[in-house]
C-alpha cells in the first residue's frame, strides 16, 4: 500500500493538500491509496475536502503511532517537535499508516501552510 502522510497548520486550504500530495505522486511515479494526517486533524475541512477531491481513503494516526514512526523519519523541523512533540509529522503518519515495515518514498515536501510525505508498506 502507498500511503500519502501530511502534516499540516490549522485550517489549511484543500487546495494546497492537494497540490502536495499530487507533487509527491508525481515525484514517485506512484497513486497513493490512503491520505493519513494526525488524528487532531482529522476533521478538518480541507483535510476532507483533499480527500474527497483525490478519491482517496482518510486515516488519523494517533500520537503513540507518530511517536512510533519518528526513528524512521528521516527529516526533522524544530518547530513540529517543539509543538508536537514529534520531529516529522508527514512522513510519521505515513510510515505509521503504511505498516511498521513501510519505507519513505518520497521524504517531506512542503508549500501551502502544509508537507506531504509518501511511505510504501511491505505488500506494494
Do not use: N
Not at 502507498?2 to 489549511?12: D, K
Not at 502536495?20 to 506512484?30: F, M, N, P
Not at 488519523?60 to 503511532?65: G, I, L, S, W, Y
Request: with cysteine.
Amino acid at each position: 500500500m502507498i500511503v500519502a502522510g501530511l502534516g499540516l497548520r490549522s485550517l489549511c486550504d484543500a487546495q494546497a493538500l492537494i497540490a502536495l500530495v499530487l507533487a509527491a505522486q508525481e515525484r514517485c511515479g506512484k497513486q497513493a491509496a490512503l491520505v493519513a494526517v494526525p488524528a487532531f486533524r482529522y476533521r478538518e475541512a480541507g483535510v476532507q475536502a483533499a480527500a474527497r477531491h483525490l478519491g482517496l481513503a482518510l486515516r488519523a494516526v494517533t500520537h503513540d503511532e507518530l511517536l512510533a514512526a519518528q526513528p524512521r523519519c528521516v527529516t526533522r523541523s524544530p518547530r513540529a517537535q517543539a509543538a508536537l512533540g514529534v520531529a516529522s509529522v508527514a512522513e510519521g503518519c505515513a510510515l505509521a499508516a503504511a505498516g511498521l515495515h513501510s519505507r519513505l518514498i518520497v521524504p517531506r515536501l512542503t508549500g501551502g501552510g502544509a508537507t506531504c510525505a509518501m511511505a510504501q508498506g511491505e505488500d506494494a
